[in-house]
């Protein structure tokens, strides 16, 4: 059982009331986790072959879109070559090997008939004759292991480098093994799984399960965005809340459609959360989603460069980019909430029809009403008007006709509407036009 399903056991017991859970998967190892380079082994054969061995932790053969680059510094200047680097060995997971030299303005592939490589059993072994390496072997080596993801048009770059600064120092012909930390890979926090639920004092719980990572790095986004009217055409993509994760620290936004941005919410904000344990819990209270009592949510999980202020990996649940639904097990109570108030024409005019509108939404379904019973009143000076009232998408209607005499006065009244035993009303005054 998971960390939210233990919880919810406990308070389903105590409490006695409705508690629901759903579980949504999504699939493992689809966070772009780079290859994780453990040590690299340099040594030289009599015959002048140059051997590198790079260690990799977590894949025994390469995934499809990887590759690895030994960038070689062959004079031991920083400040010469392509950042100071004047040859390239990339080894790509079809089995391809690539040879590049600096021509003093870019790297330029040339052929390296002797130049060999092959990956099995988590190592990859390069082999280069070392007259491809300017005929000397002191020089600083630098591995790195990359990784693309492809999502939404965009490409993502994990990777990991080994050392992580610098470049290692070789020189032969005796061997050189140069270590390099484990788990220090680029890699988005894997979602396997994410649990929703929620209790009778209204808040939502998301446990979502992160197995690559015990706590989530500073450098980690982790992202819930909530269709809470469950229509696409509005929001941001559809979604119209937002809750983050960066680095520990809580932020939730919405929506704003007129400035067409996502905003700070408003103080107090109900929004809660903690990580520990390969699980990241958020909670927000049902309140921040006007009572919606069904909505949709995804989640984002991403590794950034803050430096460099780029995402080098993405892992989305679900993975087709839309949303999960949730149905809340504990329904808010119905409130009728008024949007706009509006007349049709806008004045009245003595002896025409007229009506006076009122847009009200459902809290439970943020959407407005579709039924209800209209009462409507309106008066003349003392002289009352009858008026006949409808709903219609979404909108309380009051029509009538306007009396021929009634050009100069002024025409008032209210408008109420009752819902499932829940009413709302709104007066209006209007003068009267000949």
């Known amino acids: 059982m998971t960390v939210g399903g233990a919880a919810a056991s406990g308070l389903l017991v105590c409490a006695g009331l409705a508690l629901a859970a759903t579980s949504y998967s999504d699939p493992a190892g689809d966070h772009n986790d780079a290859p994780d380079i453990t040590s690299?082994?340099?040594?030289?054969?009599?015959?002048?072959?140059?051997?590198?061995?790079?260690?990799?932790r977590n894949y025994q053969a390469l995934p499809s879109d990887s590759w690895i680059n030994v960038w070689f510094d062959l004079d031991s200047n920083p400040n010469t070559g392509d950042f100071g680097d004047e040859t390239l060995v990339r080894y790509v997971s079809t089995g391809e090997v690539e040879l590049y030299d600096f021509d003093g303005a870019e790297m330029v592939p040339r052929t390296a008939p002797g130049v060999s490589g092959r990956f099995t059993g988590g190592v990859l072994t390069l082999a280069v004759p070392k007259a491809d390496l300017g005929g000397d072997t002191v020089f600083g080596v630098l591995a790195v292991s990359s990784r693309s993801q492809a999502l939404a048009g965009s490409e993502f770059i994990a990777s990991d480098y080994a050392p992580d600064r610098g470049r290692s120092a070789y020189s032969g012909p005796s061997q050189a093994i140069f270590p390099d930390p484990g788990n220090d890979e680029d890699?988005?926090?894997?979602?396997?799984?994410?649990?929703?639920?929620?209790?009778?004092?209204?808040w939502i719980t998301f446990v979502i399960s992160t197995p690559n990572y015990a706590r989530?790095?500073?450098?980690?986004?982790?992202?819930?965005?909530?269709?809470?009217?469950?229509?696409?055409?509005?929001?941001?993509?559809?979604?119209?809340?937002?809750l983050r994760s960066i680095g520990g620290e809580l932020v939730l936004e919405k929506w704003d459609p007129s400035a067409r941005a996502w905003v700070d919410d408003t103080r107090p904000t109900r929004f809660r959360g903690r990580n520990s344990a390969n699980a990241v819990t958020l909670e927000l209270h049902r309140s921040e989603l006007g009572d919606a009592a069904r909505f949709g949510f995804s989640v984002t999980a991403a590794d950034v460069n803050t430096q460099a202020e780029s995402v080098l990996a993405v892992d989305l649940a679900p993975d087709s980019g839309g949303f999960y639904r949730y149905t809340l097990a504990n329904k808010p109570t119905l409130r009728l909430v008024t949007t706009r108030l509006f007349a049709t024409p806008a004045r009245p005019r003595a002896g025409k029809p007229f009506a006076v509108n009122l847009a009200v939404r459902?809290?439970?379904?943020?959407?407005?009403?579709?039924?209800?019973?209209?009462?409507?009143?309106?008066?003349?000076?003392?002289?009352?008007?009858?008026?006949?009232?409808?709903?219609?998408?979404?909108?309380a209607r009051c029509a009538l006709a306007v009396p021929s005499t009634a050009a100069g006065r002024l025409l008032r009244g209210s408008i109420a509407v009752r819902v499932e035993g829940k009413s709302v009303s709104a007066d209006f005054a209007y003068v009267v036009r000949s």
Do not use: F, W, Y
Not at 40 to 56: K, R
Not at 187 to 202: C, E, F, K, L, Q
Not at 218 to 230: G, H, I, S, Y
């Open 187 to 202: 890699a988005a926090p894997d979602i396997t799984s994410v649990r929703a639920s929620d209790t009778p004092d209204g």
């Open 216 to 242: 989530l790095p500073a450098e980690a986004v982790l992202a819930v965005a909530v269709d809470r009217d469950n229509r696409a055409a509005t929001g941001d993509a559809g979604a119209e809340v937002l």
């Open 362 to 395: 459902r809290s439970d379904t943020n959407r407005g009403i579709t039924s209800g019973a209209v009462t409507c009143r309106a008066r003349v000076g003392g002289t009352a008007v009858r008026a006949k009232g409808s709903v219609a998408a979404g909108t």
């Open 40 to 56: 690299v082994q340099v040594s030289e054969a009599p015959d002048g072959l140059v051997t590198i061995t790079i260690d990799m």
